[in-house]
């Protein structure tokens, strides 16, 4: 699913050039549950931008799917993003002057899917998340947790080929955390793609395979044995 | 443009956001509404200086005689110039194809009238019959002064409305008799003058009667000719100017003046006047579209200045938009879509307003220099249209630049 060869990344603060990322090579495979570790600076949020194609890489290649991510503009950046990827957030990013129903329906508007049909998909996925009857509620109106979920929704709306998280769990506490691990296991366990960015170790266990950054290098690309989030909920 | 879809995310994020939609709309619907009261108080004054002028007729010319102050073939300074029946006559018949009404005057000053017990003091003129037209009097009751009054030198008298009122009360004052230092005249018309009371304080006579009652002889104390117009205002400027000038030589030739003494021999022309005066008005209008360009700008830097301060706070969900697929296009679109909306229809709202304001108090502005102030429409149509075209431009920049943001940039935490 995910193809990465000798990936560098380096960034330029005036004089000083920082190399963040020194030759990753990385592959997923479809259905795999996924979590990069990693001290902060140990780059794994700039892989993750790359993977979403939120930022790109200054050598190497990138295949998703079968597509070769290379040369992109904007405007086939954005394509991209909205056919292949569903993005889960730290902070949720949800739009605050949306309603939970239209925030999860956002994607869909960008791939031209019709007024009508937007709603009753995006409520079959707020459905999926367990909020169907906090459908018209905006984002200030819900906890934490419940953000963290429209937000999963959102990020399915579009079918996406992999769902990219980064720290999902970061803003939540333990039984929040577990609860949304719990749901992206669910996801999961359908054969859903799904990268996790934590530095949380249980938050690691969670999934299926443990990839180690450090210093710009995967020092560590194990598989576990998943400890199920429904066991601590 | 006419994507549905793309109208009801607009007017959902418009609807949602009903404190920066407002602002954003009072700021260009209060600069329209400036603009268009602007516009209209200076279409206002212009057409009150017209009004002004249209006391008298404008095209006239008129001929006063002083004394001489230079010396001209062996005549001294000094001389008093007394103008003559045959200097009338002899303009009149020179000019005949230019001139459209025409009077010659001889005037007592503060003549002394008299009905029954009441009197009072007006000016007495004895005049042709053309001065009807020369002081756009309206005949209210009876007749004006006629060519048979003049040729048969008759004692009849056309009296001014004040001094109808005065002497009259009320009385119908036709085929009565009124007295000037003893004369009896007849009454035969009244009339009123849109230069208001103090030229409705006038008794007239027929000239010849005038000048046989009151020892005028022949003589007269001035002229008044008006001019036929050309359709082009200053075409009839150029001609009248010509026209008097023609005149002014003529009868200082006549009364043996010379050329360049300004003093013996004055021709005024207030066709003359009135272009000064038009001009002023003109000068007014402009100064009234600067002001109003200028407020047209200030609108437009306060729309660019909202729309960057929209943009500001909505790059964060201007970056959740982009990663979730959102064109970098589709963005400066939504953007300028949304405030062109706005503003056009807040533009219009406060064109109506102003309208509407204009329309109501118009009528209720009592000032001889402001009358029926009002705003051509297709002027205010394009004014909103300038705003909202370069309140769009306004917001291009801002707009563009975010969407050029990567969404990284904008979705990082602060």
Redesign the interface.
């Known amino acids: 699913m995910i193809e990465i060869k000798d990936l560098h990344k380096s960034y330029h603060m005036g004089n000083n050039s920082l190399h963040v990322l020194k030759g990753i090579n990385f592959s997923v495979k479809e259905g795999e549950l996924v979590s990069i570790m990693g001290s902060s600076g140990s780059g794994k949020s700039t892989l993750l931008n790359i993977l979403g194609m939120l930022d790109e890489a200054d050598e190497g290649s990138y295949t998703l799917g079968d597509v070769p991510i290379k040369n992109l503009n904007e405007k086939i950046a954005a394509n991209y993003r909205n056919k292949f990827l569903g993005f889960i957030f730290q902070s949720f990013n949800l739009i605050n002057y949306k309603s939970a129903l239209d925030n999860v329906a956002l994607p869909l508007y960008y791939q031209g899917v019709k007024r009508k049909e937007r709603a009753e998909k995006a409520m079959h996925y707020l459905e999926k998340v367990g909020l169907a009857e906090w459908s018209h509620h905006l984002p200030s109106e819900l906890s934490g947790g419940q953000k963290q979920r429209v937000a999963i929704a959102r990020a399915l709306a579009s079918d996406p080929k992999v769902l990219l998280a980064d720290e999902p769990t970061g803003a939540l506490d333990t039984k929040t955390s577990y609860e949304v691990m719990d749901l992206i296991q669910g996801i999961n366990d359908e054969g859903k793609t799904i990268l996790v960015v934590t530095h949380e170790h249980d938050i690691a266990q969670m999934t299926k395979r443990i990839v180690n950054l450090k210093d710009g290098l995967i020092i560590d690309d194990s598989k576990v044995e998943q400890i199920r989030a429904s066991a601590h909920v | 443009m006419f994507d549905l ?1 793309r109208w ?2 607009i007017f ?2 418009l609807s ?2 009903k404190l920066r939609t407002f602002l954003t709309g009072l700021s260009v619907a209060s600069g329209i509404f400036i603009l268009v009261i602007l516009l209209g108080f200076s279409t206002g004054i212009q057409n009150g200086v017209r009004s002004q002028f249209q006391r008298d007729a404008t095209n006239l010319v008129s001929i006063w005689a002083g004394t001489t102050t230079k010396e001209y073939k062996g005549l001294n300074p000094g001389r008093r110039i007394q103008l003559k029946n045959a200097d009338f006559n002899a303009i009149s018949n020179k000019y005949a194809d230019n001139i459209e009404h025409e009077s010659s005057f001889y005037t007592i000053w503060g003549g002394l009238v008299n009905y029954k017990n009441e009197s009072g003091n007006y000016r007495i003129q004895g005049i042709l019959p053309g001065n009807q037209f020369i002081e756009n009097a309206d005949v209210s009751q009876g007749r004006f002064i006629n060519i048979s009054d003049v040729d048969g030198s008759k004692k009849v008298a056309v009296i001014g409305n004040k001094v109808s009122q005065d002497l009259f009360k009320g009385e119908d004052p036709i085929n009565k008799n009124i007295s000037l230092y003893g004369i009896t005249f007849k009454v035969v018309g009244v009339f009123y003058d849109p230069g208001g009371e103090r030229d409705e304080s006038k008794v007239f006579l027929p000239l010849s009667t005038a000048q046989l009652a009151f020892n005028g002889a022949d003589n007269i104390r001035n002229m008044m000719f008006t001019l036929k117009m050309a359709d082009d205002f200053d075409q009839a400027v150029a001609e009248s100017q010509a026209v008097s000038a023609a005149i002014e030589t003529e009868i200082k030739l006549r009364q043996t003046v010379a050329p360049d003494d300004t003093n013996a021999v004055r021709v005024n022309n207030t066709l003359e006047e009135a272009k000064k005066i038009y001009s002023l008005v003109d000068t007014i209008a402009a100064v009234f579209w600067f002001v109003g360009i200028g407020t047209i700008i200030a609108g437009v830097v306060g729309v660019g200045n909202i729309m960057l301060i929209i943009v500001k706070e909505r790059t ?2 201007i ?12 963005i400066v679109g939504m953007i300028l879509q949304e405030s062109v909306f706005v503003t056009m229809f807040s533009g219009l709202f406060g064109l109506i307003l102003g309208l509407g304001l204009l329309e109501l108090v118009g009528p209720l502005i009592e000032s001889d220099f402001i009358k029926y102030p009002q705003v051509d429409f297709n002027t205010a149509i394009a004014t909103v249209f300038i705003l909202v075209f370069a309140g769009a431009l306004a917001g291009f920049i801002p707009a563009y630049r975010a969407a050029k943001i ?3 940039v904008a ?1 990082r ?1 602060e």
């Open positions: 879809e009801q995310e959902e994020t949602k956001n964060k969900e970056g959740i938009r982009k990663a979730l697929g959102a064109q970098p296009w589709s990567r969404p990284i979705l935490d």
